[in-house]
Structure formats: C-alpha cells, structure tokens
C-alpha cells in the first residue's frame, strides 16, 4: 500500500501564505474607516474570536476528515446530493474565481508601485504621491499588469510552486511585520496620531450602523480565508505537523494582530495629511496615504521597494491559493477534469477582472450609490454571498464531519485539554455562529 507522502511544510506554514494578503493591510483599514473606527475594529475582534477560530478550524477539519478536496468532500459525506457537491461547490468555486478578479487588480496596483518605487531608486525627482493619481486613469496598464499577475500565479500553480512560495511567505513575514512596525512608529509621531488611534481603537458605538456586522463578518471570512474551499484543500494535505486546532487558533490571532497593526499605520496618515477619514475612504486608501509617508522618509524610497515587495509576495501568496484551490477541486470532478486548469481558471479570472481593471477609467461613469464598480464587487462578494456560503459550510461542518474523528484529531495533539477543546467547538459551531452570521445578514436588509 502506498503510505501518502508527507510534505514538508507545517500546516500552519501553508495555512499563513494562502491567508496572509491584502485583506490585512489594504483591506481592513478601508473597512474600518466607512464602518466609523473603533467599534467597528471591536466587533471584529470579537467575532473572529467567536466565529472566525472556530469555522477555520472547522473548515480544516472537513478536509482532514476526508483527505479531500471541497467537491470530493461533499460528495463523499453528504452520499453524494447534487444540491451540494455540485450546486453548493460550484457557487464556491465561482466566488473564487470573482474574488481572484479584483483581487488581481489590486495587486497589479502592489507591482506597479513596486517597480515605480525601483525607478525611484534611480531618479531624482521621484515624486511617490503621484503614482496613484496616474495609474488611476490608466486601464489598459492596469489591465496589462493584472495579466501578468495572474500568469505569474498560473505558471506557480502550474509548476508546483506553491509550497515554496508559501515558506518564502512564511519566513519573510516577520521582516514584513518589522517594516510595518517601523513606519507605524514613524506615522505614530506625525500630528494629530492621538486623534486617529482614538478613531480607530475607541469603541465609539454611535459611529457603527446596521451594515457594520456584516461588514465585519465578510472582512473576517476574507481576511481568513474561510468560505472558499481553500482550507479543506489544506486540511486535506498530509503536512508534517498536523495539529489543526493549535494552527487555526494561532493563525487567527496572527492574523488579526497584523491587520490592528496596519491600522496603526495607516490611520495616522488619514489624519495628517487628509483630515476626514470617511473621505478617503475606499479602496485607494493605502496607496494614497503610504505613499505620503515614505516620501517624508530619509530612505523612504528603499523602504518603499521593500514594503511593495512583501505586500506582493503576500498577495501572490492569496492568489495562488485561490488558482490552487481551484484547480485541486475541479481534479476531483470527473466532468472538469483537465490538465490545464489553472491556465482555464486564471483565463476566467482574467476575463472577470476587465470590470474592475476599468473601474476607475473607461467604466468610472458606472457608479451606485456613488460607489465605483470595484467597491460594489469587493461588497457584494464579500459582505453578501460570502457570509452566506459561510453559514452553508458551518452546517455542512456540523452534520456530516464525523465527530469521532474530531475528536480523535484533538486528542492527537493536546490530550490533556481535548473534551474541553472539543465541546467549546462544537458549541460555538452549533448555537453561536448560525445564529450571529443570520443575525447580521438581517440587519444588513434593516
Ligand atoms: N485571505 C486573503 C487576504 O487577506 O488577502 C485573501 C484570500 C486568499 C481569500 C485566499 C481566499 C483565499 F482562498
């Protein structure tokens, strides 16, 4: 019999360069910003402590139970009904793919700035304020750039890449979290910081609306990655520590760490240098106030190179998690296998990602509610249809992942504490996250 192989990496390791991305520093500080700072940063907090830990965990557990993929899983556990192995994984795996869009475009934006932050190094008058200004009205170049991204992403998944990439993540990660300290420290001392940590870690509950729960659910799935299929496909792998409870808890407390810093960071430059937060508010926001910042800076110029270089790393990191998940799950369907899926994800996606490339050129006229095309697609992908695949897949966690081998896979790594471990779970799976993700999906239609 052939034993699977065990890879080399620690689950923990993989599970960090798939979740480790924008969502964390391009993300969340624009979430927080439209949902009125520290109350907002509060909810969240807390629900990544009570729906986040616990549903990621989840979501590896069902891969590790059955040593498959989202499609295979389903089919296997729920005897094959087409309503979820082949409604309810492809509505996941097109989520994917629409998120893979625009998620593409905004790293072309992390690769532009990084190669224009390069060409610094060598000019004289490098004037890093003006970068986002002009690649804004570009769309053919931020098409073109999107394109390369996601052939770059193709050809990792293409050549099995992605472990490799992953431990790069991994080990670069610390470095990353310096230099965002550093400039944190740096944005700290400017005027006016007082007033913008106040916004962003005060819990001033009047500045939340109805939308804010969701809004804090959708960022929290994302920021994890939950609700994609991608942490089964993980959880399915054979790493070389497998002690999932321990790798979700800490990659949920890392990972939330990180984000509260980026908001460090980024607030305090609103403050300086635009005064109303609401008003730069958006998806530019980090390209519009970093930039500021390392232009005040004695090596700004290679602290940019640097910074740029890890974001785009971080996001090559989600994106190839994405691609990857995809095309391990169509592998497991008979009808879809083909050896060259990901060039057919990644064509779909780039397909996808023309909308949200254009969105701030040719398709600026295209706004609702004053909001531009790109931020409705962030929205409606996440704050919407993912919670909702979310709640689907904490149900299908609850029903069909056998409790023994739950049991079993926390009695491996901690026996000590493993029926407390085990009953908090499956408390929280059963009576807490239904309800709170229902709860929040009610008062977005208040
Ligand atoms: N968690 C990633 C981020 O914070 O940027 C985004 C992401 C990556 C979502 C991979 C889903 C996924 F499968």
């Known amino acids: 019999m052939n ?22 520093i391009w993300r969340f500080p624009y979430v927080v910003a439209e949902n009125g700072g520290g109350a907002f940063v509060l909810i969240y907090v807390f629900l990544t402590t009570i729906v986040g830990a616990p549903l990621l965990i ?24 087409k309503v979820l192995s082949v409604g309810f994984s492809t509505l996941v795996l097109i989520l994917c793919l629409l998120v893979l869009s625009y998620y593409s475009v905004i790293s072309s934006w992390v690769m532009h700035f990084f190669t224009q932050f390069i060409f610094g190094l060598f000019s004289s008058d490098f004037e890093p304020r003006l970068i986002f200004s002009s690649l804004k009205s570009q769309g053919y ?7 390369v991204h996601l052939i770059i992403t193709c050809a990792l998944v293409k050549y099995k890449k992605e472990e490799l990439l992953e431990k790069c993540i991994a080990f670069v990660l610390p470095f990353f979290t310096i230099v965002v300290i550093t400039m944190a420290f740096r944005a700290l001392s400017l005027e006016n910081a007082i007033e913008a940590v106040r916004f962003f870690l005060y819990p001033d509950f009047t500045k939340i609306s109805t939308k ?27 790493y070389k520590d497998q002690s999932i409870p321990s790798a979700g808890f800490r990659l949920a407390t890392l990972d939330s760490l990180f984000s509260l810093v980026a908001g460090l960071l980024i607030f305090p430059l609103v403050s300086s240098y ?19 910042l390392l232009n005040s800076l004695h090596f700004g110029t290679l602290l940019g190179v640097i910074f740029f270089l890890f974001l785009y790393l971080a996001a090559l990191g989600a994106s190839v998690g994405l691609v990857h998940t995809v095309t391990n799950n169509l592998a497991e369907s ?15 996606a780039w397909l996808f990602s023309l909308a949200p490339a254009f969105s701030s050129s040719f398709l600026k006229d295209f706004s609702f509610n004053g909001k531009p095309l790109i931020v409705v ?30 049991k079993a896979e926390i009695q491996s790594q901690t026996p000590q504490n493993a029926h407390t471990i085990f009953t908090h779970w499956r408390f929280l799976v059963r009576w807490v996250i239904p309800p709170v993700i229902i709860f929040s999906m009610l008062l977005r239609l208040v």
């Open 334 to 348: 008979k009808r879809l296998k083909n050896k060259n899926n990901y060039w057919i994800a990644g064509g779909m």
């Open 377 to 406: 697609w962030d929205q409606v992908l996440i704050d919407w249809i993912l919670p909702i695949v979310a709640l689907v897949l904490s149900q299908v966690i609850l029903y069909f992942v056998d409790e023994k081998k739950v």
């Open 274 to 292: 635009f005064l109303y937060y609401d008003k730069v508010a958006g998806p530019e926001l980090l390209f519009l106030t970093t930039p500021n």
């Open 212 to 238: 804010s729960f969701s809004a804090a659910l959708g960022q929290m799935f994302f920021t994890l990655s939950i609700g994609f299929g991608a942490m089964v496909t993980i959880g399915a792998n054979q």
């Open 58 to 81: 989840g979501e590896m557990l069902l891969g590790k139970s059955t040593g498959k993929n989202l499609i295979g899983s389903l089919k296997l556990l729920s005897a094959n009904n």
């Open 3 to 24: 034993l699977p192989t065990t890879k080399k990496i620690h689950i923990f390791v993989a599970a960090i360069g798939v979740a480790f991305g924008l969502g964390n």
């Open 141 to 147: 170049l931020q098409l073109l750039l999107t394109s």
